[in-house]
């Protein structure tokens, strides 16, 4: 099994040791993004729709970096820190997941650095 590693400057650096993304056997695994900018090295929109729009250029850009579209995703995986942002998140997330994958979003206690909203998927190559 060969795995390759995904990084584009495109997206925030990882900032732990993990990888943007991962292909392995023809599926692309992104790990989660927070609304960072990467212009800017931190998070600039303070409410979800800014996030949530932020976090679905993240994850495009690595996805793009993998030779994939998002059209290409399978699986996505939502992380709320307030469920009730539920029906704003979904208006953004729904302009670029046109493709409607399966989904799972849950509220969590906290995310990384005070985001709103993380995403993590699995596309298919």
Do not use: W
């Not at 997206?11 to 992104?30: H, K, R, T």
């Amino acid at each position: 099994m060969s795995m390759k590693k995904i990084h584009t400057d495109e997206a925030p650096a990882a900032v732990g040791p993990y990888s943007q993304a991962i292909e392995v056997n023809g599926l692309i695994f992104c790990s989660g993004q927070i609304a960072i900018d990467p212009t800017v090295g931190k998070i600039v929109a303070t409410e979800i729709e800014g996030q949530a729009d932020q976090c679905c250029r993240n994850v495009e850009a690595v996805l793009r970096a993998a030779g994939v579209e998002l059209g290409s995703v399978v699986k996505t995986t939502c992380f709320l820190a307030e469920i009730g942002d539920f029906k704003k998140f979904n208006a953004v997330y729904e302009k670029y997941f046109v493709g409607k994958p399966a989904r799972s979003c849950v509220a969590v206690k906290d995310l990384p650095a005070g985001a709103l909203c993380e995403i993590e998927l699995i596309a298919a190559k």
